[in-house]
């Protein structure tokens, strides 16, 4: 049987497969000979990091992929946060790209959503400034 994918983890490094979190002890290269539903930790998205709509659909996303036990709360999660995100696409070209996050998550391809969502992060994301900026006519 040939390996469907393959991938090297460093000693402590965590992966989630199934719903299964496996750490390693040492350095290792897995095969993972079938279909199977993974998520490496250095593309895990903490709750705290989920600042922003586009990053709340990939915290959602990356749980239906990490829980799959938990689908069908993660399907409602996904819907509440997905349906307004396409209506405030600033353009055509973005509402393409969640639509095709929706349709990988429709058949469970939660990896290729991912990989979508994070594509759009710097293109849709402007940073918000942490205080109100206020102008004024008048010169200080």
Wanted: hydrophobic share 50%.
């Amino acid at each position: 049987m040939t390996a469907k994918m393959r991938f090297s983890l460093k000693a402590g490094e965590r992966i989630f497969i199934n719903g299964a979190v496996l750490t390693v002890s040492q350095k290792v290269t897995l095969s993972l000979l079938n279909d199977a539903r993974f998520l490496l930790e250095s593309h895990v998205l903490q709750l705290a990091d989920a600042t922003t709509p586009m990053r709340q659909l990939y915290f959602v996303v990356q749980s239906l992929l990490i829980n799959p036990q938990e689908e069908e709360k993660g399907m409602l999660a996904f819907r509440k946060i997905y349906d307004p995100l396409v209506v405030l696409a600033p353009d055509d070209h973005v509402r393409a790209q969640l639509k095709s996050v929706a349709e990988f998550v429709a058949v469970a391809r939660f990896f290729e959503a991912l990989k979508v969502i994070r594509g759009m992060f710097e293109k849709i994301e402007a940073p918000v400034p942490a205080e109100p900026v206020v102008v004024s006519e008048k010169a200080a």
